[in-house]
């Protein structure tokens, strides 16, 4: 039994195979020869290399280098990619709808004639190289296709096979693709390097300036290396390369050449360098165009690319500002040393600074420094100002105002030279640092960075007329440029503490209230309000509405006391008010009790006030024993004290 099983599966493998070699290799065979029927052109086209159209007394070629096609004739110039690849895409899929042969044509009266192909139109002649193995050099390969009139219906065209044995009928579209012009086939853009990929940017100006300006790119940034070292602007320069990158031939000379021709006497070279490829545009003289050809808003140049003779023309953007409000293009070029620049002073994370120290003349330095704390976020971080202690006491810390600390750094990372006249001096002399105040800066601030072995300093001079002169400190940098700035910026760095001082003073804790308030006219020591408070906050006296409300807005204040302003760092016994020193006018005393732990905790608050002041000034002083400082009131607090002390004296509208 197991002997049959073996004999019919060996008869049904040999059937199988006999199938296969049989009917399948044959339809197969039968395919190809269909696919080679069909085709007009065979593996000659798998590696073209070159391609010449000849018609009439013309010819246009084109030739590949590289991966790159050039039209070579007649002028050499880098082709349009698109253009080229619908011209390999014909003669690679050229099929015909019919075909027939040459040798039959004198039978029935005809010759190559009657179909246009004695003298044929067009000519393509396709230059490739070795199919099998197209990475070696071989002797090229020579393919000549002729292509001659239009059938009688118009739609398709007669072709001479290369080896002249058959005319095929083949579609129109291969002569349209083929009629393409010069114009046509040639490519638009004068740089083709695009911004993510252009590692450096060099202008070269005319003689007798001969200025050379190189700017490099290390990795998201720009910056100069000559004729100075500097930060060059992200921004501007890559939308420089973006402008360059839109620029196109605008006509090509072919009669009456320039005398000198641009590249002999360049007035601006432009040099864009990529990942081992670089494009040079040299600029002549400009073209003396009037009348309508003049083009508004642009300059015509006569130019010529780096190592191509082929002379044309290109309008380049002109004007002193565009759109935008920025340089055009060919002004910012002329200008790139300035134009190209980065216009900031510093150059810092205010995400990374630690702390700040502020210097002035004839003043102590105040420091700033950034609490470590839980917080996700600079922002968020709480800083404290550090003051030396008088005689043998240490330093005394003060919570600062975490959102003026933020406002200082933000103001010193938009710092920027002014737009006219911004960069004074690369190189000052002494001379120049004494004229513009850097002998004795009116401020100096020195930046500490997390993570930074050295810090940032920037010191800010001003001249005779109260000009704003920036320049980073010495100690980093000796031979630093110097800044015109915005002369706003002296009254964004007060160095006295209490300017940044943080305005709450005092936040009564969970499970603390206010118990009691008392306020004494210190003129006649008379009590104007002594009151105990009750649970619900509310003064447990009868008074009238009117200062009901007014102690109910008092204890919501007090509860919460904010400073508007600092005035002083330290209480007096007298203050400055209007002009005039006066002693302090009332006392306000706060009784607060903080209920837990071993018993209830009993504390006072005392504050010294001013009359009212204008419609919104009440000056407050706390002595040294709580908050030792002078500052100005909130106007809720001013409007609740005004119904306490003049309320009773008010004799109301009218009156």
Known sequence: MRTKVTLVLLFLNVALFFFIFQFERRWRTEDAWKVTRTNVLGAETADIRAIEIAGGNSSLVLKKTGETWMVTRPLEWPANPNAVGRILTELQFLKHETSFNVADLAKNGQSLADYGLDQPRLTVTITSGDPANPSVASSPRITRLRIGDLTKDGLRLYVLSPDGERIHVVSQSLARSLALGFDDLRGDALFTIPVFEARSLNLQTAAPANLRIRLRRDGSRWSFETPVVARASKTETELAINALNKLEVASFITTNPPTPRPAEKPSLRITLEGNNRRETLILGDPVPVTGEARKPGFTTFYAQLEGRNALFTVNLPSGAKDGSGRLALLETLQNAQVA????????????????????????????????????????????????????????????????????????????????????????????????????????????????????????????????????????????????????????????????????????????????????????????????????????????????????????????????????????????TVAGEERPWRYKLEATATLVGGAGEQTSVTTLFLTPRVGGDLQVAGSPAAEFNTVFAVEQPLVDALWVLTEGPRDPGPGK
Do not use: C
């Open 340 to 575: 190209l620049r980065d216009r900031h002073v510093l150059d810092f994370d205010p995400a990374g600074v630690t702390a700040i120290t502020l210097t002035a003349p004839n003043q102590p330095d105040l420091n700033l420094q950034r609490l470590e704390s839980a917080a996700k976020t600079a922002d968020a971080a709480a800083w404290q100002i550090i003051r030396r202690g008088d005689g043998a006491a240490g330093p005394q810390t003060l919570p600062a105002d975490r959102a003026a600390v933020t406002r200082l750094l933000e103001q010193l990372a938009r710092l920027s030279a002014a737009e006219t006249d911004g960069f004074k001096s690369d190189a000052p002399t002494a001379a120049d640092l004494e004229t513009w105040g850097f002998n004795r800066p009116e401020r100096e601030v020195t930046l500490t960075l997390a993570g930074s072995p050295a810090p940032v300093s920037l010191q800010l001079g001003t001249d005779s007329a109260h000009r704003v002169y920036a320049r980073l400190g010495p100690s980093a940098n000796p031979g630093a440029s110097i800044y015109a700035v915005d002369a706003e910026i002296l009254r964004e760095l007060p160095v006295a503490p209490r300017a940044w001082r943080d305005r709450l003073l005092r936040e009564l804790p969970d499970g603390a209230r206010l118990t009691a308030l008392k306020l004494t006219d210190l003129a006649n020591n008379q009590v104007l309000l002594d009151t105990p408070v009750d649970a619900t906050g509310l003064p447990a006296a009868v008074l009238p509405a009117a200062q009901n409300q007014a102690v109910a807005a008092l204890l919501k204040q007090l509860h919460t006391l904010r400073a508007r302003e600092f005035l002083a760092d330290q209480f007096a016994d007298k203050v």
